[in-house]
């Protein structure tokens, strides 16, 4: 059942632009919005219970996706769930921004939880790869930021539910290739 209710949380994450361009669009889609408010408040009481790196600031995000959808849906001003990208990117820069002032930046703490015992040359790749992500973070939270602005629903959803994904992994996917360049030559 916990299996179940993470897989289907992380679904509504992925599916998050493309339901709600449904529900804005099509008006007999409205009830979607309890419906991925009761999703979001399920994901924020499964998340209250994890004590992993990400979960509590996830939970705060799952909890923000719950007001989102009732706020939307009780002022009848649905243009507020279009924020949520928004805050995402911003929640991630400043966890990954955060980081790099301690003395351990989140890379490296992530890289550590494999290989406890880091060479330098892979502690100063973590940090370069930890600001990589805030850029990463700012530019994609920057474009969210535009297409709510925009208010191209269109827009909003090509680059929230298509674009971003496929960056993500493209930087994803190439960070972890230079990884195992190094490697090979270390």
């Known amino acids: 059942m916990h299996t179940a209710l993470r897989l289907l949380s992380l679904l509504t994450l992925l599916a998050w632009p493309f339901l709600v361009w449904l529900a804005l669009t099509q008006p007999h889609w409205h009830a979607l919005f309890w419906l991925l408010a009761a999703l979001f408040g399920l994901r924020w009481l ?12 996830m939970g705060w995000l799952a909890l923000l996706g719950t007001l989102l959808c009732i706020s939307s849906l009780t002022l009848r001003s649905q243009h507020l769930l279009l924020w949520y990208p928004v805050a995402v990117n ?11 002032w ?5 890379v490296e703490r992530l890289a550590r939880l494999r290989e406890p015992a880091l060479p330098l040359q892979a502690v100063h790749y ?26 191209n629903l269109q827009l ?20 972890w290739l230079v990884r195992q360049h190094i490697r090979r030559k270390v």
């Open 156 to 175: 909003w959803t090509l680059w929230n539910g298509c674009i971003s994904y496929l960056l993500m992994g493209v930087l994803m996917s190439g960070e």
């Open 102 to 106: 301690s003395r351990m930046p989140l």
């Open 126 to 151: 973590t940090r370069r790869v930890t600001q990589l992500w805030c850029l990463f973070f700012i530019l994609n939270g920057g474009m969210a930021l535009f297409t709510c602005l925009r208010g």
């Open 90 to 100: 911003l929640a991630m820069l400043l966890i990954f921004g955060a980081s790099l």
């Open 46 to 57: 499964t998340l209250r219970r994890q004590k992993t790196p990400f979960s509590h600031v």
